[in-house]
């Protein structure tokens, strides 16, 4: 089948075979047309309102050795950093005054924020009346439910790869049933699970990147972060060459046409390779930012990857540029707790 048929198939009946997605995939010629289908399937299914979530990196502490990541344990070049319990929670404070209804708390896998102390914060900030996102790793089905209790609304846990043997080579000391484990439990316990994969991990191949995406439709994911690959120097990686944008874009919009309900951010890591491709992840499938708004210190050191998009930028420039950036192209700011719209 050529593109074009391939394209309305999935257009019309959100369902592809492994070696179709992978077709598409492969073919660099794709992009226009797959953006342009995305975009309509996105319009069509969550509307022209894009979903704002402040992102708080609040520890860059993490027991875990990912062979990708600047906060690896074993990198001893990596500045690391605690907020306090009131810190984060101003931090929380402020996103509501630039008038953000939700935020990402994210951390490296930390042991000092223990349950009880991530509950307190929980609570906290759910009194702002804000809907509360965690990124903060693996944790058992007991923790996950203690902090769904607490209120925590949505939990992101990339599953980086599907390729099993892959994770495992780049994950050192972590498992991969393990990982799928997590993302059942949190489904289970009634969170909105977002999940994702990194696009051009050395050794991935594009029916691996397939496998991620019939996964995430296995899974229902409620959201989807794609990002590529953004080599850091201080890590294993050192040497290999960055994730494609173009196929990491071609990924975002066979995921949207596939998960037509999902919520799908433009990730930092394509803005960072390519200025001006969060604007082209946007009109290709995305429907959702997560402007930084950690401040100071943090926010420098909380270095995954060299050259994050603007982390010289305060969130007030980063709030201006992003509205006219998105009045550009018939978008605008959506108002709301950003919890996926059920069509079916
Ligand atoms: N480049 C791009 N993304 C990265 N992440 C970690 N290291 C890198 C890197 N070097 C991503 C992982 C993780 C998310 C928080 O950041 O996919 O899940
Ligand atoms: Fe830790 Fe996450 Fe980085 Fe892995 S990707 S080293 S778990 S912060």
Partial sequence: MNKAVLIEKAEQLHRLKKSEIAALLSDNTA?????????????????DGVLLRGLIEFSSYCRCNCCYCGLR??????????????????????????????????????????????????????ELDLAVTLSIGER??????????????????????????LYTQLNPGMSYTERVRC???????????????????????????????LFFQKLDADMIGIGPLVTNPDTPLDGNNCGDVGLTLRMLAVIRLLLPEANIP???ALETLEP????????????????????????????????????????????????????TIGRYIENSKGFRKHRH
Avoid: W
């Fill in 140 to 165: 058992s089905f007991n923790d996950y439910k203690i902090l769904r209790e607490a209120g925590a609304d949505r939990f992101l846990l990339r599953i980086e790869t599907t390729d099993a043997a």
């Fill in 73 to 126: 344990r074993d990198n001893g070049k990596a500045k690391r950093f605690r907020m306090s319990e009131r810190e984060i929670i101003e931090l929380a404070g402020q996103a509501k005054d630039y008038g953000y209804q939700t935020v990402v708390l994210q951390s490296g896998e930390d042991a000092f924020f223990s349950i009880e102390r991530l509950g307190k914060i929980i609570e906290k900030i759910k």
């Fill in 276 to 327: 001006g491709a969060r604007i082209m992840a946007l009109t290709g499938g995305a429907n959702v930012i997560m402007p930084n708004v950690t401040v100071g210190e943090a926010r420098m050191n909380y270095a995954l990857y060299p050259g994050k998009a603007e982390v010289a930028d305060t969130p007030q420039d980063c709030n201006s540029i992003l509205m006219t950036e998105l009045h």
């Fill in 31 to 47: 992009g226009k047309m797959l953006a342009e289908a995305a975009n309509r399937v996105r319009k069509r299914y969550v509307g």
């Fill in 266 to 268: 433009a990730t930092t």
């Fill in 183 to 213: 993302l059942k439990d949190l489904r289970s316990l009634g969170y909105e699970v977002g999940t994702g994969s990194l696009v051009g991990l050395p050794g991935q191949t594009i029916d691996s990147l397939a496998d991620d995406i």
